[in-house]
């Protein structure tokens, strides 16, 4: 399990080393709600293309290795030219998992998936999430990208309850109640 302060120090360190981190998931919706609505076994975030070998280098030092590639990753090439996974699963000896995808900012400052995601552009209205995680200040995609994100496949039932939790402090409609 990845705890508040296994996240917030992930985060942190990150950031320190100048990697532009989103928070998502299910520690996404924490983050929006300013609490821990149940235990996370991993982290997602959304770094740039351009990163993802820093970032893993820098978490190699921390013992995380490649766990796995999603289905939905491409294999992109940074500004360095070297080939990057863009949808992957980095995980420790103790079992801590960092979940990352992948995107590119365009000159309007729109985030565009590397990963299969068809179509998808995330504004910067999305990108401009703010939350909270153990009275830490941390980026995230905005509620209603979260509540996208969390839509069109069957989510597990605490996932759902988070959604439901969502929806009704940030006043948002549930996918298919209009």
Not at 149 to 158: D, I, R, T, V
Request: a negative charge; charged letters at 25%.
């Amino acid at each position: 399990m990845v705890s508040d302060q296994d996240a917030i120090r992930l985060y942190q360190d990150l950031v320190v080393q100048g990697i532009p981190v989103w928070i998502v998931g299910g520690w996404g919706i924490d983050a929006l709600l300013r609490e821990q609505t149940r235990l996370h076994k991993d982290l997602d975030i959304i770094v740039l293309v351009d990163d993802v070998v820093r970032m893993r280098e820098f978490l190699a030092r921390d013992g995380y290795g490649l766990e796995m590639l999603w289905s939905e990753n491409v294999w992109d090439v940074d500004a360095h030219g070297v080939e990057v996974p863009t949808a992957f699963v980095l995980q420790d000896a103790e079992g801590r998992q960092v979940d990352a995808h992948a995107m590119r900012l365009d000159s309007q400052g729109s985030g565009l998936p590397a990963w299969e995601a068809e179509g998808l552009v995330l504004t910067p209205d999305h990108l401009g999430g703010e939350g909270e995680i153990a009275g830490v200040t941390v980026r995230c995609f905005s509620p209603e990208m979260q509540l996208l994100g969390h839509s069109g496949y069957e989510l597990p039932e605490a996932h759902r309850r988070d959604v439901q939790l969502l929806c009704e402090r940030f006043d948002l409609s549930l996918p298919g109640t209009q």
